[in-house]
């Protein structure tokens, strides 16, 4: 259990403070009854800013691929590098966020995402490019790792899973602008400004965060850093991604590809292995054995494959039915928008006498059936739309509700680690969604539509049968908040 301490320096006048210590919210925003509000609305710009920046930058890459005159392959890396980043970060970067301040980490994460998506407009080479990624991939882990626990620690017991509905709904707008946003930028400014334009958005973050955010409360002493831990699961990650990567299509030998998966088998049992020797482990194997913690992430991976492998599987296939682009982009722009009114409306209709766990089975028995349809139903936007709107209702239901379950049973004191262990989730669902239905495509007949939306149809109705099993395996009984 974390301990409440006390917040010496954080109203000191000068830098040192400034740079050093979480600074308190005014008075007349922390006495006010809603003051949670303008918290959770200050966490939903770091929400809606990291899944516009992960779907606006693919529609760079023709433009990069013109721009740097290199394959396709070099250029998928400026997306690649910022995912195998991220997911490395998560956890490490809420551990340290649980210890030193959360706000703290936050604010630094708006610095270090906009100085980053500068210096990635301004990038004179590919290579420069993907170092940058890098860079504001480690920004956005200070962002993702701590967006979760700022709204859970922000908002009232009984408000929590709307918060978090609407943390998910900025998210899912994110989501649906970011193909629109980007073609209008590269058809008219240049690749440069889908970058570009997180700087405006990420300084009036930076700002509001500031004084509309709360200081950490509770905090869990790291007296010595996990270097070790942070490097096995950096490896496992980082293997893990690019074997499934490779798989998918990159070009690499056949043993190049079983070699990475068996070096992410081989870094994962040697994470687990240091985490229960380790005196200070960097990521609390503990709260790994409570149910609800394990049932979620499961959930959370599957909720968000089920999310990210539509948005490749879908404009393909209507690609080779010979669907031009922007029937498409509507088509797919229903899965978001379902999400996003589902996550922020669903506390309108949804019983009160419905729990969390109502709500996950429910929205899995919607995504079951909205991708058990794309098995049936002929190929066109028309369907594509309406079955894609569904199964955004049935995320949006979903996620939430998943979320509330996981953070409910982790402690105050480690709710940044375990905010990170849910981002860390769901970053590992999107890439799997991404390479399990591009290797999909890959394997299905060139000519066609119909055999590749089967076959992916199939691999994601998987996945949203684990997220059923998840929500039904789940706690039975109604959970209180762990202090």
């Known amino acids: 259990m974390g301990a409440r301490v006390p917040h010496a320096g954080t109203d000191r006048g000068g830098w040192p403070a400034v740079l050093l210590y979480e600074r308190r919210r005014p008075d007349a925003v ?18 809606f800013m990291g899944q516009l920046d992960a779907s606006i930058v693919t529609l760079t890459y023709g433009s990069l691929r013109t721009g740097f005159g290199a394959p396709l392959a070099a250029v998928e890396w400026v997306s690649l590098a910022y995912l195998v980043t991220l997911v490395a970060l998560l956890v490490p970067v809420g551990r340290l966020a649980d210890a030193r301040g959360r706000k703290l980490f936050y604010l630094y994460g708006f610095v270090v995402f906009t100085a980053a998506s500068a210096a990635c407009g301004l990038a004179p080479s590919l290579g420069a490019l993907i170092g940058f990624r890098v860079v504001q991939a480690a920004g956005a882990a200070m962002l993702q790792a701590n967006s979760v626990a700022l709204v859970t620690t922000s908002a009232p017991r009984e408000k929590m899973r709307a918060a978090l509905g609407v943390q998910a709904a900025a998210q899912a707008l994110g989501l649906a602008l970011g193909p629109t946003v980007g073609a209008a930028l590269v058809a008219t400014l240049g690749w440069r400004w889908v970058f570009g334009i997180n700087v405006p958005i990420g300084v ?33 990650t980082t293997a893990l991604l690019l074997g499934v990567s490779a798989a998918s299509g990159l070009p690499l030998p056949l043993w190049g590809v079983v070699l ?120 066109g936007v028309g369907w594509s739309a309406a079955l894609l709107g569904l199964l955004g209702l049935g995320l949006g239901l979903f996620t939430p509700a998943n979320n509330a379950l996981v953070m409910r049973a982790v402690p105050t004191a480690a709710a940044g680690t375990g905010g990170g262990l849910v981002n860390m989730t769901r970053g590992l669902g999107t890439a799997l969604g991404v390479a399990l239905v591009t290797l999909a495509l890959h394997l299905s007949p060139a000519g066609g539509g119909a055999p590749a939306a089967r076959g992916g149809a199939v691999l994601l109705l998987a996945a949203a049968g684990v997220a059923l099993l998840a929500a039904w395996l789940g706690p039975r009984r109604p959970q209180r908040a762990t202090g």
């Not at 922390?30 to 929400?47: E, H, N, S, Y």
Request: glycine residues 8%; aromatic residues 8%.
């Open 260 to 379: 990475l998966f068996a070096a992410a088998v081989v870094a994962a049992v040697a994470f687990v292995v240091r985490q229960a020797r380790a005196a200070e482990p960097l990521l609390d194997l503990a709260l790994l054995r409570a149910r609800a913690v394990s049932t979620g992430l499961v959930g959370a991976l599957s909720g968000y494959l089920v999310l990210f492998g539509p948005l490749v599987l879908v404009p393909t296939v209507l690609g080779r039915a010979g669907v031009s682009e922007l029937p498409t982009g509507l088509a797919v722009s229903a899965l978001p928008a379902g999400f996003a009114l589902a996550a922020a409306g669903a506390d309108r209709v949804v019983p009160p006498s419905a729990t969390d766990r109502h709500r996950c089975l429910a929205g899995a028995w919607v995504m079951v059936a909205a991708l058990a349809g794309m098995l049936v139903v002929p190929v």
């Open 30 to 47: 922390r006495k006010r009854p809603d003051a949670w509000r303008f918290a959770v609305a200050t966490v939903c710009f770091g929400a």
């Open 204 to 236: 009036v973050a930076l700002v509001a965060g500031h004084f509309l955010l709360p200081r950490t409360r509770e905090r869990s002493p790291v007296p010595a850093f996990d270097w070790w831990g942070l490097l096995w699961l950096s490896t496992a």
